[in-house]
């Protein structure tokens, strides 16, 4: 009988080169956007999303707003090239200010899904952010070669209790 508060969701995934590396027969570009298109399926359309993904900068995919079209979402994702080098920060820099600039009341969320494939420059950098828990975060780590240490770590300090492995098998 009671609704939980509106939730604003900012998915927020690597497009970098490293993303056309294969995990168990799909590239990993291909099971990020997968991922992405499936969250919108299962989000009430009352609850707002963001899209967002990266290489060294953040490119916006469908900006926070309630009612995505999943058709729509696809044929975005679809035009999301691999490439580039990977610089995370940037990335949920801005979906943390698309939140801050969201529904008031609603529970800011991010989910990041990623190889974690970054400069340490870039890992100091998103820790700070997780640590200052502008949002609550949650981590996919994507592919056998994820770097899971910096993964687990942004999770944890989000607020998230662990990260998780999503391959083309789940």
């Known amino acids: 009988g009671h609704r939980a508060p509106a939730v604003d969701l900012v998915l927020v995934f690597d497009k970098s080169g490293s993303m056309v590396d294969v ?3 799909l590239q990993k ?37 309630p009612g ?13 090239p691999a490439g580039g080098s990977t610089a995370i920060a940037p990335a949920l820099d801005r979906a943390l200010a698309w939140l801050e600039a969201g529904r008031p009341g609603a529970r800011r969320q991010v989910l990041l899904l990623s190889d974690g494939r970054t400069s ?23 592919g056998d070669t994820a770097n899971r240490g910096l993964l687990e770590e942004l999770a944890a300090s989000s607020g998230d209790r662990k990260s998780t492995r999503l391959n083309s098998s789940h």
Do not use: Y
Request: hydrophobic share 50%; net charge negative; charged share 30%.
């Open 23 to 25: 995990a168990e027969g």
């Open 29 to 65: 570009i291909d099971v990020a956007r997968q991922a992405v298109a499936e969250a919108v399926v299962v989000m009430p359309r009352t609850d707002a999303i963001g899209i967002i993904a990266f290489d060294t900068r953040p490119t916006e995919v469908a900006p926070l707003t």
């Open 68 to 80: 995505l079209d999943v058709q729509t979402v696809r044929d975005a994702l679809s035009r999301v």
């Open 120 to 142: 340490d420059e870039d890992a100091r950098r998103l820790r700070a952010l997780a640590r200052a828990r502008r949002a609550e975060g949650s981590v996919v780590a994507l």
